[in-house]
C-alpha cells in the first residue's frame, strides 16, 4: 500500500485551498468604462488587478482581469421616488460581486429567483455602486456641516445647513419650472424700493396748472405691502 507524505498532503490542500480562494470575488474598486441609461447597466474596469497561479513559475502572478460588460448599477429609489445622475467614462465606482447568478433577477424583476447557473462569487454577477472615490481623486472642497447635491466644480448646487436653510447656486441661472423657463424673478427688495420711489414722486398733467403734485399720503411697504414679500425665499 502506497502512502501519502503528510507535507505533501498539507502543500497539495494548501495549494488547493489558494486556488479555490482565487476564484472567489467580493468587493473591488473600479471605474466606469461605458454605461447604458436605457438599462442602467455600465461596463466596468477593475482598478485593482487580480493574482492567478502561474504553474511554470509556481507562484501567483498579477493579472488585469477583461471589463465586466452590463453590469447593473445602483440608484437609490424607494417610495416612487428615485435619485438619477449620468456616469461618464473614468467615474470611480465600488463593485459588489454576488453570491449566486443574478441573471434571472435581472431579466424578470421578480421578488424571488431560482438561479440557473451554480456559479458563486463570480465577476459577471457585479453590481456597480457609483462614487466611491480614492484618496488621490477625492472631492475638492468637502463639507462636514451640510447636504450638498450637485456638481462637483460646485458650479450648480443645492445645499441644506444644520438650520434647514435650503441655498440653490448656478454658475449662470436657476430656473424654476422647466429647463426653458426665461421669465426674470423679481427681486422683492430691490423692486419694492423702486416702485415704491417712483410712485410717490409721480405726478399727472393738470389743466389747470401743468401738473399735480406728487400723492398726498405717500406709499409704504408696511402699511400698503405688508405681506407682500416671502419670508423665507431669498435671493442675490
Not at 447604458?36 to 507562484?59: G, M
Not at 488585469?64 to 437609490?76: D, T
Not at 472631492?139 to 462637483?152: I, N, T
Request: proline share 6%.
Amino acid at each position: 500500500m502506497n502512502y501519502i507524505d503528510e507535507n505533501e498532503l498539507a502543500e497539495v490542500l494548501d495549494l488547493v485551498g489558494k486556488r479555490s480562494n482565487a476564484r472567489i470575488r467580493t468587493t473591488l474598486p473600479a471605474r466606469i468604462s461605458s454605461f447604458d441609461k436605457d438599462t442602467q447597466t455600465a461596463t466596468v474596469v477593475l482598478a485593482v488587478q487580480s493574482y492567478r497561479w502561474d504553474v511554470d513559475l509556481e507562484e501567483p502572478v498579477a493579472y488585469q482581469p477583461e471589463p465586466i460588460a452590463r453590469c447593473p448599477v445602483y440608484f437609490p429609489t424607494g417610495g416612487g421616488y428615485t435619485l438619477r445622475f449620468p456616469l461618464e467614462k473614468g467615474d470611480d465606482c465600488l463593485v459588489l460581486v454576488a453570491e449566486r447568478s443574478i441573471d434571472e433577477w435581472a431579466a424578470t424583476g421578480e421578488a424571488t429567483n431560482i438561479p440557473r447557473d451554480l456559479r458563486r462569487f463570480d465577476l459577471s454577477d457585479a453590481i456597480v455602486l457609483p462614487g466611491l472615490h480614492p484618496t488621490a481623486r477625492a472631492v475638492a472642497d468637502f463639507d462636514d456641516d451640510k447636504l450638498r447635491l450637485g456638481k462637483e466644480d460646485a458650479s450648480g448646487m443645492v445645499e441644506i445647513d444644520d438650520n434647514g436653510d435650503v441655498v440653490v447656486t448656478g454658475s449662470s441661472s436657476v430656473k424654476l419650472g422647466s429647463s426653458s423657463a426665461s421669465q426674470a424673478v423679481l427681486k422683492g427688495d430691490a423692486w419694492m424700493s423702486e416702485f415704491l420711489t417712483a410712485f410717490n414722486a409721480h405726478t399727472h398733467p393738470d389743466p389747470s396748472s401743468g401738473t399735480t403734485g406728487t400723492p398726498s399720503t405717500p406709499l409704504t411697504e408696511a402699511t400698503n405691502f405688508p405681506n407682500s414679500k416671502s419670508t423665507k425665499v431669498k435671493t442675490e
